[in-house]
């Protein structure tokens, strides 16, 4: 069965250090997102993806996030200066091309960042 | 705006207890609701799902009704196993925006 990829499975960084978090979709998708969720918290949308731009973002995703679709396979997100508060797990999903109301999510398994 | 209340974890059952997790939202229109489900170092699966009011969604076992009168979404299970040990998470869709999540509800299950 197709699934979304997501490496690494757990990074541990210095606080002001860029991160790089990549994800694999499933290859007929056509929409990308990523949530994250602090430890405790509510996953929390960042942003959508779709025909190599974004589409909608969050209050959180800030200019010190930006995602990238570099090959049309990967998809990456990068945190340009890591701060404490960045520590969570980071879900990458995509889906089809189905309504967005009825659509189903497809989610990665995430990856969990620690800013030390 | 949006938002999406679980009851609080973990909930403890043995084997073949009966199931509920509470669920209840706040919405713009009418939104389609979600459960989605995370087992042990697996990323989030779709569960069930309804998209209007008195909809019934189901699925390994797992039920959910979409009552509007009450705005809740609760699942529940009539007899659950220990593989149903995950995190469980209410999730909508309200108009065209993303999915909006609750904090997840842990549910262990003994033998």
């Known amino acids: 069965e197709p699934e979304v990829t997501q490496t690494p499975s757990h990074q541990v960084t210095q606080m002001g250090q860029e991160v790089i978090l990549r994800c694999v979709p499933i290859?007929?998708?056509?929409?990308f997102y990523w949530y994250r969720q602090i430890l405790g918290q509510k996953v929390e949308f960042l942003v959508s993806?779709?025909?190599?731009?974004?589409?909608?973002k969050s209050e959180i995703f800030d200019d010190q996030f930006s995602v990238e679709r570099p090959d049309g396979s990967n998809f990456t997100l990068k945190i340009r200066s890591t701060k404490l508060e960045d520590s969570a797990m980071y879900f990458c999903?995509?889906?089809?091309?189905?309504?967005?109301?009825?659509?189903?999510?497809?989610f990665g398994e995430g990856s969990r960042l620690t800013v030390l | 705006g949006d938002s999406v209340t679980q009851m609080e974890g973990p909930v403890t059952l043995s084997e073949e207890a009966f199931l509920t997790i509470n669920c209840t939202y706040t919405?713009?229109?009418?939104?389609?609701l979600f459960w989605y489900v995370q087992y042990p170092g697996e990323g989030l699966q779709l569960l069930l799902k309804?998209?209007?009011?008195?909809d019934k969604g189901s699925n390994k076992g797992f039920e959910a009704t979409y009552r509007k009168e009450t705005t809740s979404f609760h699942l529940e299970k009539g007899s659950v196993q220990v593989s149903d040990s995950a995190v469980y998470f209410c999730?909508?869709?309200?108009?065209?925006?993303?999915?909006?999540f609750g904090k997840g509800t842990m549910l262990l299950v003994s033998p």
């Open positions: 309804a998209t209007k009011a008195d």
């Open positions: 999903a995509s889906r089809g091309g189905t309504g967005v109301r009825t659509g189903e999510l497809f």
């Open positions: 290859s007929n998708h056509l929409y």
């Open positions: 993806f779709y025909n190599n731009e974004i589409s909608e």
């Open positions: 919405a713009t229109g009418y939104p389609s």
């Open positions: 999730a909508l869709i309200s108009g065209y925006s993303t999915l909006t």
